[in-house]
């Protein structure tokens, strides 16, 4: 079966340098949820997506800012990078309505910023 | 708003003995849902089982189960007959009404000794 595609896996960046993160959810599914995961830390929720539109946003910074696109492919855009920043970002998508709550984890993208 | 704690930070299990991970939760929502997420160290986000909070049975998937009860607010992971590939993080975590985010637990850390 399909599974949640992000991309890339490894990024490395500089302090100052943008970064741009994809997801490709599971056909079908109509939304997309980002979250990061700082060292040692639990995720924590960023930002949502239901049918193209933003549903919903947690603790982003004005720094990022993310889009969901005809395709339902989802990117996260991340300016100004900071040391900060450096954690593991998960997608995760969802079928609204269907019976389960489940949402399907991406492998996610590991961002190191130096 | 949801809350979940997981309260064992670390557990150091020997092989093929059965261990309990705590976790309970704090929420409004009338209709809920608790999710059971491992994290090996590769960094994945891996699904391992989901209780409703309606479901009249506690939830199973192979080896793992979940001593869900209600009253107590608690939904504790239980994974039988540990073997050595269990070692990871493990997170609770349930969906927020509305657009079903997730709110995770600190997660605990499992380590099976051979």
């Known amino acids: 079966a399909a599974g949640v595609i992000q991309s890339p896996r490894h990024l490395i960046k500089e302090k100052r340098e943008t970064a741009t993160l994809k997801c490709y959810p599971i056909p079908r599914h109509d939304t997309v949820y980002w979250y990061q995961q700082g060292p040692g830390q639990d995720p924590q929720f960023l930002i949502s997506f239901y049918e193209k539109m933003q549903s919903d946003k947690g603790s982003i910074p004005d720094r990022f800012s993310a889009q969901q696109f005809s395709d339902y492919h989802s990117e996260l855009n991340m300016s100004s990078l900071e040391l900060g920043d450096s954690a593991l970002y998960f997608c995760a998508s969802r079928l609204t309505g269907a019976f389960t709550y489940e949402q399907y984890f991406g492998p996610g993208t590991r961002l190191t910023v130096t | 708003a949801q809350k979940i704690t997981q309260t064992q930070p670390g557990m150091f299990v020997q092989e093929k003995e059965a261990v309990t991970l705590d976790c309970t939760y704090d929420?409004?929502?009338?209709?809920?849902?608790l999710f059971w997420y491992k994290q090996p160290s590769s960094g994945e986000m891996i699904f391992l089982i989901y209780q409703g909070s309606y479901d009249q049975q506690n939830a199973t998937e192979g080896r793992y189960s979940l001593n869900f009860q209600k009253a107590r607010k608690s939904a504790n992971l239980v994974i039988s007959a540990s073997q050595l590939g269990d070692s990871a993080m493990y997170f609770c975590a349930t969906p927020n009404f509305g657009n079903e985010k997730l709110t995770f637990g600190t997660g605990t850390r499992l380590t099976i000794i051979p």
């Open positions: 929420t409004s929502d009338p209709s809920y849902g």
